[in-house]
């Protein structure tokens, strides 16, 4: 059950217009790694958990957050809208200087299509997309990717923060990396004690039999590159990450095979082949003559 109160986690509004930044600021509302993707992400990983307890909880609890972070930033939008100037044309020349401003970065269809508010998409126009969303249900899987969803948009609200001046919207920015500092930190906690409480363990799936994978190569560090300094890196040599071998470094691959050759189709779907054209005519309309699949 989803329950709104009418109030914001943290105050958003912006000292003055502003339609190129509500622009901008789209991306963290609706781009790849925005308030959208993350608040979906930890909602559908709640709703597909398998055990009940902290995990759960800890899901469903910064999932309802990230759907107030939604609400700050479109509300913020509108408020960038709301006295932005329509402007008018003149010999299809833009005569008002904001107006002008579409040509350099503003987004139309805030105008047109959500009459001066702010829309799911990205700072390109593009609709926000499920095809974000990471919800495997395998936790430590999905907590890494969680790590890097918060890596990614504070990254991104870091960068900017330093694209306006506008100490309204700064405010809220600062506290939106504050939060995002701490979903790293806790997404990174949250693996750990993964691990602590033995849960899942390193690599992923930690439950597949690692005897059943080709464990020749499970820790080659395989240089497809004429670059030579990877040798020196910590996954060239040494104890693996996960514990369960030896990293070994190697220019180039270790395994080779013969290339099978080329297929051959059914021929009534028309792929170029060695066999006559005249051949495959015929052989299709006797495929078809026999109901042959």
């Known amino acids: 059950m989803f329950f709104h109160r009418q109030e914001l986690q943290h105050k958003a509004t912006p000292d003055r217009p502003d339609a190129v930044y509500a622009r901008k600021l789209q991306e963290v509302l609706g781009g790849q790694y925005g308030e959208i993707t993350v608040a979906m992400q930890y909602g559908f990983q709640a709703w597909n958990v398998h055990l009940p307890g902290k995990y759960r909880d800890l899901l469903y609890g910064i999932g309802a957050e990230e759907f107030g972070h939604v609400e700050m930033l479109a509300t913020m939008i509108a408020q960038l809208l709301e006295k932005a100037p329509l402007g008018v044309t003149e010999d299809a020349v833009q005569a008002d200087p904001t107006v002008a401003a579409v040509i350099g970065g503003t987004d139309v269809q805030h105008a047109i299509v959500a009459g001066a508010g702010a829309r799911p998409v990205d700072s390109n126009g593009n609709p926000w997309t499920a ?163």
């Open 131 to 293: 095809g974000y969303v990471t919800a495997s249900g395998n936790l430590m899987a999905d907590f890494h990717s969680n790590a890097n969803a918060e890596m990614q948009g504070r990254l991104q609200v870091a960068r900017l923060y330093n694209m306006t001046e506008d100490a309204g919207v700064r405010d809220l920015l600062a506290f939106l990396l504050a939060r995002d500092t701490m979903h790293q930190n806790q997404w990174l906690a949250a693996i750990e004690e993964l691990k602590e409480d033995g849960l899942e363990q390193l690599p992923v799936p930690s439950n597949f039999p690692q005897a059943q994978e080709d464990t020749d190569v499970s820790y080659q560090y395989l240089n497809f590159s004429d670059g030579t300094e990877a040798r020196d890196g910590r996954w060239a040599s040494g104890p693996s990450t996960d514990g369960n071998g030896e990293f070994s470094y190697h220019q180039g691959p270790t395994t080779s095979a013969p290339m099978p050759p080329p297929t051959t189709p059914d021929p009534r779907l028309y792929g170029t082949t060695t066999t006559p054209n005249i051949v495959e005519k015929v052989a299709g309309k006797a495929k078809d003559a026999l109901r042959l699949d």
